[in-house]
């Protein structure tokens, strides 16, 4: 079983930027992916970003394209998610994803507040 732990939220004004941190425990050679979902209330959790373990192979959500960063450090089994140019819109708790052959781990999340 990996434990996934978020960290990194907080309140900014829009057109600011946060960095998110997601650390995993356990071995790393069997990780397949790690990613990024937010769910905002009364919403659905959605996809953010996710980027593959072994290659770094990024993948981003329309809406934060251009915006959002996703990146990684394997020595630390860390995955970041740089967000820039926040909006009102991105308000959410955001939670971590990864995933191994076993199936997918997920982190308790941290809020995201981006005040007008």
């Known amino acids: 079983q990996v434990q996934v732990t978020e960290s990194g939220g907080g309140l900014v004004q829009a057109g600011g930027s946060l960095r998110l941190s997601c650390a995993g425990s356990?071995?790393?050679?069997?990780?397949?992916?790690m990613g990024w979902f937010r769910q905002a209330p009364g919403k659905e959790r959605e996809f953010v970003a996710s980027?593959?373990?072994?290659?770094?192979?990024?993948f981003y959500a329309d809406s934060v394209k251009g915006r959002f960063t996703i990146s990684r450090n394997n020595a630390k089994n860390t995955v970041y998610l740089q967000m820039n140019s926040l909006k009102p819109e991105d308000t959410a708790v955001y939670y971590c994803?990864?995933?191994?052959?076993?199936?997918?781990?997920w982190g308790q999340g941290t809020q995201v507040t981006v005040s007008s």
């Open positions: 980027i593959t373990w072994t290659d770094g192979r990024a």
């Open positions: 994803e990864i995933v191994t052959p076993s199936g997918g781990s």
């Open positions: 356990g071995r790393t050679f069997s990780w397949y992916r």
